[in-house]
């Protein structure tokens, strides 16, 4: 788990938050064995860093570790991210948009998909955190980063 942090911390520092990683070099020497890992059901995509999921029997919320996408809603984040990045609300939600139908090309309700715990398995406010990997075996929380439509989470508070 550590390789896919540096990993992500190294991209970061290649690209500003939520521009594109096409042409950025990604580290691929992570490997990851599925087959280890809890499957789960995909029930909604809640945000472009936020999943509905069914985890053992119960719907429970995942955030995806490591990123953090724009708000697709005007709530209290989205108007302190829009202060810090001097961007006005309507583009804050507008790139918080976006980032949930880029989300919906990769996973929707009924995909099975596959998640793995870091070592804090819940934040302060119970969601789930988790690194998605899709059938393919592709990682959600890199793919939304590649594709530019979250920031890299340098690091995380526990709660």
Known sequence: MTKILIGLLILS????????????????EVLVNLDAL???????????DTLKIKYKSKQEIV?????????????SKAY???YKSKKDIKTI??????AVAFV????NKGNIVKIEFDIQKRDKYKRLL??????SGVMLNEEIIKAGYAAIMAC???S
Do not use: C, M, R
């Open 13 to 28: 520092a290649l690209v500003s938050p939520y521009q594109s990683f096409a042409d950025a070099e990604v580290p691929t």
């Open 130 to 135: 988790g690194y998605v990997y899709l059938a």
């Open 93 to 98: 939600t507008g790139l918080g948009k976006q």
């Open 104 to 107: 919906k090309t990769l996973v």
């Open 80 to 82: 302190k991210d829009a």
């Open 38 to 48: 809890d499957t789960t059901t995909v029930i909604e995509v809640i945000d472009g």
């Open 63 to 75: 955030w995806l570790i490591g990123i953090d996408a724009p708000e697709s809603s005007a709530n």
């Open 156 to 158: 995380l508070k526990s």
